[in-house]
């Protein structure tokens, strides 16, 4: 089985960093992917992580550790169109055909 | 260059009805993945169409069934609604690698069809 753990919601003021964690448990692990889904839209792919290290892209950065199942999203520069879900997926090494397991999502609320 | 699109975007049905989405993967995609979320909730992996092909499947009954045509596109089929199928059905579109296994292979979502069974 696997369990991919992110909180609930967080809550930022714009121009500010925001960090989102993501634990997961898997008997094999082959990458984890984050993205981003605004309301009533569909999932936006943000980043790629597969080996230890961070991953930026801009004002996003992806960060993983595979021996702790840890990674982390990190939002710099906030804007209010920055307010979304932010999902956290890891793919199995038995399921490297692409099925991904998604987390419950973060809600985070940009404030002014 | 087109994404992956998908029909209809919204849709109400009855306990017991059947009901058939469709997804037309971006251009030059071969491999299509549904995908159920439900309100709160993140995407939960129904199955993975390849060279027309059921390639893998998630913890779901068989009353969700599908299919990938010649060009590609799918059709996900579900029979005998529920209350509880009522969700956000997404479509994913990547480039399958011919057999071999791994690879970065992103998937790319479609809008959705929100589903509702009353």
């Known amino acids: 089985g696997q369990n991919i753990d992110q909180p609930t919601e967080m809550t930022a003021t714009e121009g500010a960093i925001v960090q989102i964690n993501c634990t997961y448990q898997?008997?094999?692990?082959?990458?984890l992917f984050w993205y981003q889904q605004h309301a009533g839209e569909a999932p936006t792919f943000l980043s790629y992580?597969?080996?230890?290290g961070l991953e930026e892209k801009g004002r996003f950065s992806s960060f993983l550790s595979r021996s702790k199942g840890y990674s982390y999203l990190l939002l710099k520069e906030l804007q209010m169109k920055d307010s979304a879900s932010y999902l956290c997926?890891?793919?199995?090494?038995?399921?490297?055909?692409?099925?991904?397991?998604f987390g419950a999502g973060t809600q985070v609320v940009v404030t002014p | 260059d087109a994404g992956v699109t998908q029909s209809p975007t919204h849709l109400i049905k009855t306990r017991g009805q059947q009901v058939t989405l469709r997804c037309s993967p971006k251009?030059?995609?071969?491999?299509v993945s549904w995908y159920q979320q439900a309100l709160g909730q993140g995407p939960q992996f129904i199955f993975q169409?390849?060279?027309?092909?059921?390639?893998q499947r998630g913890n779901f009954p068989d009353r969700f069934s599908g299919h990938q045509f010649p060009n590609y596109s799918s059709e996900l089929n579900v029979n005998a609604l529920l209350l509880g199928d009522s969700a956000l059905y997404l479509c994913?579109?990547?480039?399958?690698?011919?057999?071999?296994?791994?690879?970065?292979?992103?998937?790319?979502f479609g809008p959705g069809t929100r589903l509702l069974v009353l």
């Open positions: 994913a579109s990547s480039l399958g690698n011919s057999g071999r296994r791994g690879g970065q292979e992103t998937q790319y």
């Open positions: 898997t008997s094999g692990f082959n990458g």
């Open positions: 992580n597969v080996l230890d």
């Open positions: 997926a890891v793919r199995r090494e038995d399921d490297s055909w692409g099925k991904l397991q």
């Open positions: 251009s030059g995609h071969d491999t």
């Open positions: 169409y390849y060279e027309e092909e059921e390639r």
